[in-house]
């Protein structure tokens, strides 16, 4: 069948006479709304397209079409896009009043009007474009397309190829982990779905309630949050209509918030790792001192630290470098690295300043379990203390320190230089949700 396109972007010698006598489709109940130009108010890196809506013969109502965008947004000025899709809304007006419909074969019609094509002397790139256009415009459900469509597995695949260039190793390897339990899920529930196109809205909610039910909101939230992030890629790039995660809502969650020690509990793991793990104590005195996140704090390696400032340099969470002073408490602590190689890990499963060949992520993941397996078991500490903990902690007692001897904002902008903070606001956020803010003894205004 035919593709709208290949009809509109025909010229025809002809063309104004299709307007002649078609006054007639305009009947009591117009089957179709008139085609629109979408300019994005004027912005360039935004697509135009030109919409409209046809009348469902089953449903009786108008329903909206697929854009039609073509070539228009390959140019960079307002000009050109303007004349190409100016021609395709008015050809398109003329196919909808001489009886194209969306729902049905307009073969007959194509063919008549293929018949009197001549083409044209052309004198401008854009009029060259406006006539060899043929990208295809339909809607997809009653047409018959012919391109082969993606299956699952090459869509999320393509989708991840083009996010590596944006995100870090770590997120993509987060985002593989959700795409294989999904398709997993997939091929076990719904094996007849082999490809992007047959994925509904009902299907993909049918997963993300099994993980709600088996697990938790937030686990459910987030799969829904990274599988959306590579639908999105799919959907910029035509491989999926729209993207399928946006229409599901979020669901409120509980955070699971990290508690701060007691200085008596701060002090007995210190000392207890004094003896029993003096690398892990390490480790903890660089996210206490220098309030690292852990992650980070597994990133070091022995030339990001320099002696002779006194300063260390990481990958931050939103950063691609930061720096940092390493204060004097931190300084007496460290061994003598001078000599060590400069491309090794600062922390390592065997000690300092060794090679290491593991991701981010496993780097983490070993000094979290070697936490629990060392002090959490031994102390018999909640799930809400982890070495997260010690970054609230410690920060939570420099606040403390700084205002009382000072006002609070005074306090928070230079405590916005030691945590790294971007803003007051994050920070002041921050420091609500570890309660390190507490106001003064108030029972005087109780009596």
């Keep these: 069948m ?3 396109n290949e009809i509109i972007t025909f ?21 179709f709304s008139d085609p629109k130009i979408y300019n994005a108010k004027g912005d360039l890196s935004k697509r135009w397209y030109v919409y409209y809506s046809y009348r469902n013969p089953k449903t009786g109502k108008l329903e909206r079409m697929k854009n039609i965008y073509g070539r228009a947004n390959n140019f960079k000025n307002k000009e050109d896009r303007l004349t190409i899709l100016t021609t395709y809304r008015k050809r398109l007006l003329i196919l909808l009043r001489t009886g194209y419909c969306p729902y049905s074969d307009n073969l007959d019609l194509y063919y008549k009007k293929k018949e009197t094509v001549e083409t044209p002397v052309t004198t401008t790139k854009v009029e060259k474009i406006v006539k060899t ?4 415009f339909s809607k997809t459900t009653p047409e018959v ?6 299956t699952l597995r090459e869509a999320f695949d393509f989708g991840l190829k083009l996010k590596k260039t944006s995100v870090s190793a770590i997120t993509i390897q987060a985002y593989s982990y959700k795409i294989n339990n999904f398709l997993k899920w997939m091929e076990g529930n719904f094996p007849d779905i082999k490809t992007i196109d047959q994925l509904t809205k009902k299907v993909v909610l049918n997963y993300l309630n099994e993980l709600l039910i088996n697990s938790s909101p937030r686990n459910r939230n987030n799969h829904r949050v990274d599988l959306s992030s590579v639908m999105q890629i799919l959907q910029d790039n035509d491989i999926m209509t729209s993207n399928i995660m946006k229409k599901i809502p ?4 509980k955070p699971n918030r990290n508690k701060t020690y007691t200085l008596e509990e701060q002090e007995n793991i210190f000392h207890f790792l ?8 390490l480790f903890i005195k660089f996210v206490s001192y220098n309030f690292l996140r852990p992650v980070e704090a597994c990133r070091l390696k022995i030339k990001d630290i320099n002696l002779k400032t006194k300063t260390l340099q990481f990958k931050a969470k939103n950063k691609a470098s930061k720096t ?12 003598d690295i001078s000599n060590m190689d400069k491309d090794s890990y600062l922390f390592t499963p065997d000690g300092i300043g060794l090679k290491w060949d593991a991701t981010d992520n496993n780097r983490r993941d070993h000094f979290s379990k070697r936490f629990k397996s060392v002090v959490k078991d031994h102390f018999n500490l909640g799930e809400n203390y982890g070495l997260y903990s010690f970054r609230h902690t410690f920060i939570t007692k ?7 001897d000072s006002s609070p904002f005074a306090a928070k902008s230079y405590l916005m230089q030691i945590t790294g903070h971007s803003t007051m606001t994050s920070l002041e956020k921050y420091l609500r949700d570890i309660d390190a803010e507490l106001p003064d003894d108030y029972s005087k205004m109780l009596k």
């Excluded at 010229?11 to 089957?31: G, M, P, R, T």
């Excluded at 397309?145 to 993606?150: S, V």
Aim: hydrophobic residues 30%; charged residues 35%; glycine residues 0%.
């Design 145 to 150: 397309d012919h391109t082969p469509k993606m």
């Design 2 to 4: 035919p593709k709208i």
């Design 398 to 404: 420099l606040y403390r320190a700084l205002v009382k």
């Design 250 to 253: 979020v669901l409120k969650t």
């Design 274 to 281: 004094e003896e029993k793990d003096p690398t892990l104590l």
């Design 133 to 136: 256009e043929t990208e295809t």
């Design 324 to 335: 940092k002073i390493i204060p004097e408490i931190l300084l007496n602590d460290l061994p």
């Design 11 to 31: 010229e025809h010698e002809s063309e104004h006479d299709f307007e002649h006598n078609l006054e007639n489709s305009l009947s009591v109940k117009k089957k």
